[in-house]
Structures are given as structure tokens and as C-alpha cells.
């Protein structure tokens, strides 16, 4: 039942708002089980090569981008406003829009997707500014 807890907005504002008067730190247990699950395992994988690749895909793909940038910054901040506003977060709203879909759910999920198919445009803009300057 506490893993479920996710999928109610009340309660991640209430984990999230140090000031709401609901405030409840139970979602902090779900997030350390998840590290205390999820660390050890990877670095089993990573270091020890116990597979020498995943399943599904040629290479483990680490992240190798150590800076901090615009790009990087601004994500953050729209990740944690979205997130904070609206209760949801992007990972138990998908699960909510298919166990229990609700309107505020199915907005935020349509909102998400619009959001991730925008950036992928820009990005895609911003990578290659020649491409849009020979297509007009």
C-alpha cells in the first residue's frame, strides 16, 4: 500500500511541501528501499560484469555528460515545478492514467507528452540550425 501511495497527488504534495499541513515523509521510504534496491545491484553489474550486456540492447549506455548547463538546469526546474504543482510524478502518472484515469491524470499525461514531444523538436532544432534554414 505504501508504494501506492504515489499514484495520490495529496500525498506527494504532502511529502513535498515542508509546510502543507499534511506533511508526511512516508515517500521518502518508497525513494530509499528504491536506492537501497537499485545501488548495490548496478554496481554489481557495472563492476563485476556479472552480464557482459543487457538484454535488450547491444551496451550498457552510461551517461558521460559531467557539466552542469542551461539545457540541464532548465529540465531540472520544469521536472520539479510540474511535479510539485500537480502532485504527479511522470513515472506513477502513467501507471495512474491506465490503473485509475482520472481527468487530472489524463491532462498531465497528455501535458507530459506534448512537453517531450516539443523538446524533441527543439532539439533537433537547436542540433541542426542548417536543417530548418534549408527547409524554409
Given at each position: ?21 499534511a ?20 554496481q ?9 550486456k ?5 551496451d ?33 502518472a ?16 497528455a ?6 514531444m516539443?523538446q ?17
Amino acid at each position: 500500500q505504501l508504494c501506492c501511495a504515489q499514484l495520490l497527488c495529496l500525498q506527494v504534495i504532502g511529502f513535498l511541501s515542508v509546510t502543507h499541513p499534511a506533511w508526511d515523509l512516508t515517500l521518502l521510504f518508497v525513494m530509499a528501499g528504491a536506492l537501497l534496491m537499485a545501488l548495490p545491484g548496478f554496481q554489481l553489474l557495472l563492476r563485476r560484469k556479472i552480464i557482459s550486456k543487457p538484454y535488450c540492447a547491444q551496451d550498457f549506455e552510461l551517461p558521460i555528460a559531467n557539466k552542469i548547463d542551461l539545457q540541464l538546469v532548465t529540465g531540472a526546474v520544469l521536472f520539479g515545478a510540474g511535479w510539485g504543482l500537480s502532485g504527479i510524478c511522470p513515472g506513477p502518472a502513467v501507471v495512474a492514467a491506465a490503473a485509475m484515469p482520472s481527468s487530472q491524470v489524463l491532462a498531465f499525461v497528455a501535458a507530459m507528452l506534448a512537453g517531450m514531444m516539443l523538446q524533441g523538436m527543439l532539439a533537433g532544432l537547436l542540433a541542426n540550425p542548417k536543417a530548418e534554414s534549408a527547409a524554409a
